[in-house]
């Protein structure tokens, strides 16, 4: 029998500390490669499922956000685990730089025109946590600023699930070493090369502060409503396989089903 993903081992308890020294970035929870790759095409044919009824449904939307260092795989996450939702039913929002527009309101302001409608995934690559995490390791903000945004995005996440949104957030977490070896060969691949760039490579200078900022979002915002859960992302199997479990695993907990319709009413037969 195919051995599960110990989902418990993955999620970030509310209110508890967060060492990512603690949590391995290549662990496999003792899931066989072998086993996640047979699994992988049943996840997303269970997925494409759950999201026709969802949709049919109308009465909730699910909210996707992954986080991640660069090369971490929130790009390759979206390309194998939702390969075979509808994409009528389907955004995804990647956030970058803050335009000009965006930088004259309030940082949640970008995030909530984002949020998927009633019969919707959305995905979010990087999201509301850029602003507690970039804006901390190279002081964008006052850390006054900064400690107020966490309690704000808990809040903001909260009456989002108060009204039919359900939150999944995934961290992928990477060890700087597979960081740096995917780097490497990005640019050994010509088809890949592109992806490259200066920045990535200065930005792993800081390494040991995002780890900090990112221990302190996952500390300070995983709550009953939005929980995160810290994916080991060293192999990208087993990334893949645990985010395609934890999203059917939620979705199938929703107790869904197609809406009833009258045949005649629907046929206009009086």
């Not at 496999?28 to 969802?54: I, R, W, Y």
């Not at 507690?132 to 966490?150: D, F, Q, T």
């Not at 699930?161 to 070896?181: C, Y």
């Amino acid at each position: 029998m195919m051995r599960a993903v110990d989902i418990d081992k993955l999620r970030v308890e509310p209110g508890g500390k967060f060492k990512l020294k603690q949590r391995r970035a290549d662990d496999t929870l003792g899931v066989a490669k072998s086993h996640a790759l047979k699994a992988m095409p049943h996840h997303v044919e269970k997925l494409a499922a759950l999201h026709d009824l969802l949709y049919a449904e109308h009465k909730r939307a699910l909210l996707i956000v992954l986080q991640g260092m660069d090369a971490s795989g929130k790009d390759g996450t979206i390309k194998h685990v939702m390969s075979g939702v509808n994409p009528q039913g389907c955004t995804v929002t990647s956030f970058k730089e803050p335009s000009t527009e965006e930088l004259e309101h309030d940082f949640l302001w970008r995030i909530h025109k984002a949020v998927p409608e009633k019969g919707a995934i959305g995905i979010f690559n990087r999201s509301q946590y850029e602003d507690v995490l970039i804006a901390r390791v190279h002081k964008l903000a006052p850390r006054e600023a900064i400690e107020k945004r966490y309690a704000q995005i808990n809040e903001f996440e909260k009456i989002l699930s108060l009204n039919g949104v359900h939150i999944l957030k995934f961290f992928l977490h990477m060890s700087s070493e597979e960081q740096r070896r995917r780097f490497d060969a990005r640019l050994a691949d010509s088809r890949k090369n592109w992806k490259a760039s200066p920045s990535d490579y200065k930005e792993r200078a800081f390494w040991d502060q995002y780890q900090e900022a990112y221990e302190n979002v996952l500390e300070k915002c995983s709550t009953k409503a939005a929980p995160w859960y810290a994916i080991p992302s060293d192999y990208k199997w087993f990334r893949n396989h645990a985010v395609a479990e934890i999203i059917v695993n939620t979705m199938e907990s929703f107790e869904m089903h197609y809406p009833k319709v009258d045949k005649a009413k629907d046929r206009g037969i009086q």
